[in-house]
């Protein structure tokens, strides 16, 4: 079916960037159902990527033990939606087997309800994920796409767009669990209160480096 393009490399890197400039990347209220869609929207035309996405928390991880769990590889779980949970397992599973295209693979084992919105995914969400952005960006974006629908252009899918849409998922999910571990704190003693608190103390650390690294690659895209 007919897809509706999406920018060139060097036109996500710029939009990427400013749009990092407007992201503070708060956790309220919660995750971002159009960033949640727009990961999974590029992880389904890409599978491979979750392969680079997981390399890049792990460089963030580096040998710090505590923040171990809270860079770990992206799972459902950075997903808010169960819809976009079980899409997202069934990508994982379909690009660690090794007998089908990955698409193919979705395509025989997802039920059909889940197929209907990998095809929403794969045509609408970057209409929706274009209304999120500042109305002066969202008019040049669909410009952009006019621009190349009228010379037929096939954009290439910029890597690092993806990947730093993701830090910024996982950022959003690191939040939402902060909160959540503060609120249990205060009911809790003893051993159970020091786990939360090492935990809180876990994610805080994680959302410092998500944070530099997003910087960088802003300033990166910026520079390009």
Known sequence: KSRRAVPSIPEQRRLAGRSMDRLKISG???????????????????????????????????????????????????????????IFRAVDQAIMQDDLDPLDYLLENLPRELLVVVEELQVAQLDQFQQGLPRSLRFEL?????????????????????????????????????????????????????????????NRRAINLIHLTLDRMKNFARDR
Not at 36 to 53: I, K, N, S, T, V
Not at 74 to 80: I, K, Q, R
């Open 142 to 202: 669909d410009s952009i796409l006019r621009d190349q629908a009228r010379t037929n252009t096939v954009p290439e899918l910029d890597m690092n767009l993806f990947i730093s849409e993701i830090l910024a998922l996982r950022y959003s999910r690191l939040e939402r669990e902060s909160r959540e571990l503060y609120f249990m704190q205060q009911e809790a003693d003893g051993i159970s209160e020091e786990n939360h608190h090492t935990a809180i103390e876990a």
């Open 28 to 86: 309220q209220p919660g995750q971002s159902v159009l960033r949640e869609g727009f990961c999974l929207r590029l992880l389904l035309q890409r599978p491979d990527w979750l392969f680079m996405a997981n390399r890049k928390l792990r460089e963030l991880r580096g040998q710090d033990e505590l923040v171990g769990t809270a860079l770990g590889p992206l799972n459902a779980d950075d997903f808010s939606r169960s819809d976009y949970q079980a």
